[in-house]
């Protein structure tokens, strides 16, 4: 813990796990694994290290993730420096506005929990020639994995050196680790020429991707299915789907693209927006801060409130329509107004004593749809 860091100091600390570290006597302790809703449903494990796991890590990735970067393709946009999923939105969006349209948009069952260790190994062992490095991250591998059984309190440890699979989602080096397995996808279908064959391009997140063709989309599948078996990876059948972009919409990283029109013509363009489930989850959000049961000063309620819509504003303001925003800003109204009565003990709805001028203004909530977009949409032929 941070207190036991402290209480012992901090530089003989660091000096003790350099001393593990060159005399070789370094062991990772347990990864404690805990679950974590997800957004379609289900839960999603993420594997903890401990503090002094995670600060091995951290140093190992300054000094692997350079090497690394040089290596990994143009298409790869997750858990790189200076690329972000907006980055891959943009070029998603850029792509089916030039008439890559039939998409393929895939899923890869457990990705982080299927990279089997020896074909990993191999991949980074490529690149990184000193063992003693090899050695730490087989180490990190095969990791034992901590649960604790939420009914009797039991702790159980598995994983370990049986492990043969998985890199745990929560680990500060897992993820580009998880970058290093998909670049032998990625390159595979660099050099294989898969862009000039299926007259396809894709466009991947870590673990989540899709492959945009003209006209291919079904060929591109099924090259792809065989691939990741090889790789021991799966695409998750009931997930994967064959979409074309200009009569209907898929869903890429919170985002929505595909058929919009505007409002004011009825004309059609190829855009992108946020997904309904993106919008589900924000409105989900801001009702869990605005329960009747929360007590907090006004103040500090607006302020976690504002924090919340401005994070996703600025996620969303790629290319964005009104509409979506124009609705988010009267969910929140809403929500809002309903509070400030129920506190106030105001009879009625309180739309006189709470009016949108009053909440936007010198009660400050933030209003989305004042604030600007960043890209165009592109006019669908």
Known sequence: TFAAIEASGLERWLAGLREELVSKAYRPDPVRRVSIPKPDGGERPLGIPTIRDRVVQTAAKLVLEPIFEADFEDSAYGYRPARGAVDAVKEVHRLICRGYSDVVDADLSRYFDSIPHDALLKSVARRIVDRHVLRLIK?????????????????????????????????????????????????YWRLTERSEVFAAHVVSYADDFVILSRGCAAEALAWTTAVMTKLGLT???????LRNAR??????????FGPHRYKANGKRYLGASPSKKSVQRLKTTVGNLLVPGNNEPW???????????????????????????????????????????????????????????????????????????????????
């Open 299 to 381: 103040p500090e309620v607006r302020d976690t409130l504002n924090r919340v819509l401005l994070g996703w504003s600025n996620y969303f303001s790629y290319g964005t329509r009104r509409a979506p925003l124009r609705g988010v800003d009267r969910y929140v109204y809403e929500r809002v107004r309903d509070f400030l009565v129920r506190r106030h003990k105001v009879a009625g709805r309180g739309t006189k004593r709470f009016s949108c001028d009053v909440v936007y203004g010198e009660r400050g909530l933030l209003r989305l749809e004042r604030l600007p977009l960043k890209a165009p949409s592109c006019a669908s032929r």
């Open 139 to 187: 180490l990190w591998l095969k990791a034992p994995i901590e649960e604790w059984d939420e009914g009797d309190g039991t702790r159980r440890i598995g994983g370990g050196k049986g492990n043969t699979r998985g890199t745990p989602q929560g680990g500060v080096a897992s993820p580009l680790l998880a970058n290093i397995y998909m670049n032998r996808f990625l390159k």
């Open 247 to 256: 009569q209907e919409r898929f869903d890429f990283l919170g985002y929505s």
């Open 235 to 241: 695409l998750n059948e009931a997930k994967t789907s």
